[in-house]
């Protein structure tokens, strides 16, 4: 794996921080956990997707687009990030909303990423729920495409092997933090949605043979479907870096037991884990991502699946934007 060889623009701020969660740790009393800081990427309040946009806009770039549009839901992290990408690059951006959760609330529809994105400069149109997003989405293109507008089109959260590359490379970065400090990680953890921060990490870990379990907690598809996506999308960035077949069935690991009602419908454990992580360690999650995971996690570890002697990385996806679209769900006390 050498990833010099694929066009990319720098932009985010790396390698991000990795932390120890003393007081995480003290409070569950189970393995010593870690957390690797992807909220901190440094692009309009950071996330995961920056890492896949530099090799995706290095792409666009390289096609002379004018154009990106992407798709997600309405508080889409993906979209955020992209739409302020696309900003420093001086692209326009067009964004594709879909209404996965039908809240009519003022602050979904129109704060946290929604606000960001238009200060960003994007524009949006939103769609319903249930829709195949990215035929919708090359729909569109093909109209900006017929009035001559040069379109570079991102799939969903970014994810293709284009975007993974940017996990290989996440998966390169936390071994060698890993290396510098005598850390020997047993297991990482994260929320997984469109694949590519799974399918990148466990491609780069198996490029690197760190013989580290990746363990994904969906936020949407089901088990079966969602190790199937993965894998999928691991296969081919496996290819794309020239390490052929190097990822098996089962090297890829999800769990859906924390999704709750679906995509973007807060959890009462996810809830709880916002708490704790912005009490105990001064971290925000966010509703519809890294609270699952984390929600997933502090389970796992409660029911001793990842036990006491261990040490666990969680990799924060990031998406705290999100919570100013979701004030009602916090749990947090009105005060006058
Ligand atoms: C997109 C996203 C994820 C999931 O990553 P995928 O690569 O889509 O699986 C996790 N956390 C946050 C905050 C996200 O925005």
């Given amino acids: 794996m050498h990833l010099a060889r694929f066009p990319r623009i720098h932009l985010a701020h790396l390698p991000t921080p990795l932390e120890r969660l003393d007081r995480l740790s003290e409070a569950l009393n189970g393995p010593e956990i870690w957390i690797k800081r992807d909220d901190c990427t440094g692009l309009s309040t950071g996330g995961n997707k920056t890492r896949k946009l530099e090799f995706l806009m290095a792409e666009a770039q390289a096609c002379e687009a004018d154009l990106i549009i992407t798709q997600g839901a309405t508080q889409s992290n993906h979209a955020r990030q992209t739409a302020a990408f696309s900003a420093k690059l001086g692209m326009e951006c067009h964004l594709l909303l879909e209404d ?63 975007g993974a590359l940017g996990y290989a490379n996440c998966a390169l970065e936390l071994v060698a933090q890993a290396n510098d400090r005598d850390l020997v990680i047993d297991h990482i953890v994260h929320a997984t949605g469109s694949t590519g921060t799974q399918a990148g990490l466990v491609t780069g870990l198996k490029a690197l043979n760190a ?126």
């Fill in 100 to 162: 996965r959760t039908g809240y009519k609330e003022e602050n979904y529809n129109h704060n946290g990423n929604v606000l960001l994105d238009l200060l960003h400069g994007a524009t949006y149109e939103k769609r319903g729920s249930g829709l195949d997003m990215n035929a919708e989405m090359e729909a569109v293109a093909e109209e900006f495409r017929e009035q001559g507008r040069k379109v570079y089109t991102i799939p969903g959260g970014g994810s293709n092997s284009t």
């Fill in 211 to 336: 013989q580290i379990p990746v363990y994904g907690i969906s936020v949407r598809a089901a088990k079966e479907a969602q190790e199937e996506n993965v894998f999928k999308l691991a296969e081919a960035t496996a290819d794309r870096i020239g390490c052929e077949g190097i990822v098996s069935q089962a090297d890829v690991v999800a769990n859906s037991d924390y999704v709750g009602e679906g995509y973007g419908l807060p959890t009462e454990a996810g809830i709880d884990a916002i708490q704790m992580f912005a009490k105990l360690e001064g971290i925000l999650l966010d509703p519809v991502y890294s609270s699952k995971g984390a929600a997933g996690m502090i389970d796992l570890i409660r029911k001793d699946h990842f036990k006491k002697g261990e040490r666990i990385v969680f990799l924060h996806t990031g998406g705290s934007a999100s919570l100013f679209g979701y004030p009602s769900a916090l749990g947090v006390p009105k005060t006058a």
